[in-house]
């Protein structure tokens, strides 16, 4: 089995093309995954990301997922973890297990803070941000660390300048690369890349976060999630085929590709595409991305 550190293949390689996937909810069998898994391999991303849920209901299915993806289908895999609820020795734990699995890469985050009384904290707080956590795993092992930006803010941060000071410490912390949370409106992107370079982060690769849009539950959720803007000619396609469901995913995936063309034109190190575990959505996206990546190589 080759080994590779994430942060070798955007050495290597520009656009570097990456999936998103989630591990089945805890009563699923995991097998659910394998169609997914079956579905995107031919499409040869340079690597797959697999989440992890907050609390432990995942924590075993990431590791495992992740573990397959480099196993079976000899693909890179990307194992996120989060740690606002955890002790070091729940995270002592999991970096073992990833270790004994050949997982190399991890994208180190924060969590979103529980909103569950039911969800215990360790008190004090083992880690209290993303940083923590990046330091932590860096004195433990040789791991390539990703994180977490957001070209709009963080919704915690009472300011996307405070946010970006902050994503500072969390690179000089250890980070390897980036990738963004989702956005509509490239100008967003392009602007915080702007910022990035005034606070002094610029040396590090950035991948953008694509997500099509397929349906109107899923535009609801990113609603609630999410303070991304929504630019008028995304809303005239959401409004215009809310009841045309086959017309709308085919606007949204049309939307999308035309977000990364640009993307790729400005000259972006990644993109990352949330995939949702819909195969022949990432296909039907990124067959043009690396068509214009074999071109710009050849
Ligand atoms: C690409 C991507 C993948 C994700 N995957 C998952 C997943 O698999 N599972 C999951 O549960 N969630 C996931 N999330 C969501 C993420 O956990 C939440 O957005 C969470 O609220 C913040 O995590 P973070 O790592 O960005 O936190 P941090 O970087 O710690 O930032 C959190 C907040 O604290 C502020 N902050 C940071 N450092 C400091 C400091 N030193 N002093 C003061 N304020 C500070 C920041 O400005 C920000 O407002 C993902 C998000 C993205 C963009």
């Known amino acids: ?3 590779l550190f994430i942060d070798n293949i955007f050495s290597a390689k520009k656009p570097v093309i990456s999936f998103e996937i989630f591990p089945p909810k ?13 579905g995107l391999k031919d499409t040869k991303p340079d690597y797959i990301s697999v989440t992890y849920g907050a609390g432990g209901s995942s924590t075993n299915r ?17 194992a996120h973890l989060t740690c606002i609820t955890s002790t070091s020795q729940e995270i002592d734990s999991i970096l073992s297990s990833l270790k004994e699995n050949d997982i190399k890469n991890i994208l180190a985050l924060r969590g979103d803070l529980p909103q569950d009384p039911a969800i ?12 923590d956590l990046i330091s932590y795993i860096k004195s433990k092992g040789d791991f390539s660390v990703g994180g977490a930006c957001y070209p709009e803010g963080h919704p915690d941060c009472e300011s996307l300048d405070n946010d970006v000071i902050n994503l500072k410490s969390k690179v000089e912390a250890g980070l390897d690369f980036l990738i963004t ?5 490239n100008d967003k992107f392009y602007n915080f890349i702007d910022l990035m370079s005034k606070y002094g982060i610029s040396n590090i690769p950035v991948s953008a976060g694509i ?10 959720h990113i609603t609630a999630l999410t303070s991304a803007t929504m630019p008028k000619k995304f809303l005239r396609i959401m409004e215009r085929y809310e009841h045309l469901p086959e017309a709308l995913k085919e606007a949204g ?10 993307l790729l034109s400005w000259g972006i190190d990644g993109i990352h595409v949330y ?12 067959e043009n991305i690396f068509n214009i990546r074999k071109c710009i190589t050849n």
């Not at 990431?62 to 990307?78: D, M």
């Open 1 to 3: 089995m080759i080994l």
């Open 26 to 38: 805890k009563d699923s069998p995991i097998e659910t995954i394998y169609n997914t898994l079956e």
């Open 62 to 78: 990431t590791v495992e997922i992740a573990h397959l993806i480099k196993k079976k289908y000899e693909i890179e895999s990307l």
């Open 120 to 131: 215990a904290f360790p008190t004090p707080l083992h880690f209290r941000y993303a940083s």
């Open 181 to 185: 949370q989702l956005f509509f409106d």
């Open 211 to 220: 997500m099509p849009v397929l349906n109107t539950k899923q535009i609801k």
């Open 253 to 262: 995936i049309a939307y999308a590709t035309e977000q990364i063309i640009d």
């Open 275 to 286: 995939t949702m575990n819909k195969p022949e959505i990432a296909k039907k996206i990124t």
